[in-house]
């Protein structure tokens, strides 16, 4: 039987220096679409060269909202929702392309990501995860609440062995300028949803819940075992739950 078809979609912003090697990456996909953050440098026109569909829409921060215009805009039979700094295995591209001539009875499959930090696939620390970037056009949306990426799927989740690897983070310091943006918009929603936290609960999120925090990555996810990449990913990770905190504290609180 002929093959089910297949969109990728991409949610871009200033994304020159990655968006050209994902769009190379995805070009076998029968349409790419590309909402687009209203980017000051040339993903637009990098991605038009492509062929992709390019809608601008300026964002509150909002990803999911991105992804479901995106989502509105599909005309093809599957999604395959990857970031600019994702790439597609050989190996799961193979096994997309054998599902989509399968006729499928999952709505949608868990994709294994390979995490990688300063170079280091993370095998351990609890970054190396499963999620649904593969779903049937009009059986995957994402929540109306900010969660990045929380998406529904109406029907069965399947899941395919073979990964997408990730390669969000170059440098520390690519790090901590992009965890601070995060930070600064999780405290506003955190002051959205629940006002005025008590100050012993907001103490304990800037005091004792990175240290524990650094424990279960280092110590019970045995972030250890990625050397010494396991050993600052962890102090990181405790460090943004820390910042977060303390942006709320000094925004909201005082």
Same mark, same amino acid.
């Given at each position: ?51 992709? +569909? /390019?809608? =601008?829409? #300026? &964002? ?8 479901? *215009? ?85 029907? +069965? /989740?399947? =899941?395919? #062995? &073979? ?8 440098? *520390? ?11 600064i918009f999780e405290a506003k929603i955190m002051h959205e949803e629940q006002g005025v936290i008590d100050i012993e609960k907001i103490k304990y999120n800037l005091g004792i819940r990175p240290l524990k925090l650094f424990f279960k990555l280092y110590i019970k996810k045995q972030g250890f075992r990625d050397g010494m990449h396991g050993f600052v990913f962890s102090i990181l990770n405790a460090w943004r739950h820390f910042t977060r905190w ?9």
């Amino acid at each position: 039987m002929a093959r089910e078809t297949i969109t990728a979609l991409i949610i871009a912003k200033n994304e020159e220096k990655n968006i050209k090697e994902c769009l190379e990456n995805v070009k076998w996909c029968d349409e790419i679409i590309v909402v687009d953050d209203m980017s000051v440098d040339n993903t637009a026109r990098i991605c038009r060269s492509f062929g992709a +569909k /390019v809608f =601008a829409h #300026k &964002s509150d921060g909002n990803y999911n909202k991105q992804c479901d *215009i995106g989502l509105n805009n599909v005309t093809r039979d599957w999604v395959f929702n990857i970031d600019a700094d994702e790439r597609i295995t050989p190996e799961l591209k193979k096994d997309i392309l054998e599902m989509l001539t399968m006729n499928s009875k999952f709505s949608g499959y868990n994709i294994p990501r390979r995490n990688h930090f300063l170079g280091k696939f993370m095998r351990y620390g609890g970054w190396y995860e499963k999620q649904v970037k593969l779903f049937r056009s009009g059986k995957g949306r994402y929540s109306e609440k900010r969660n990045l990426g929380l998406l529904t799927v109406d029907g +069965k /989740v399947g =899941a395919l #062995k &073979s990964h997408v690897d990730h390669y969000p983070f170059n440098s *520390i310091s690519q790090f901590i300028n992009r965890q601070i943006n995060y930070a600064i918009f999780e405290a506003k929603i955190m002051h959205e949803e629940q006002g005025v936290i008590d100050i012993e609960k907001i103490k304990y999120n800037l005091g004792i819940r990175p240290l524990k925090l650094f424990f279960k990555l280092y110590i019970k996810k045995q972030g250890f075992r990625d050397g010494m990449h396991g050993f600052v990913f962890s102090i990181l990770n405790a460090w943004r739950h820390f910042t977060r905190w303390a942006i709320y504290w000094n925004k909201y609180y005082r």
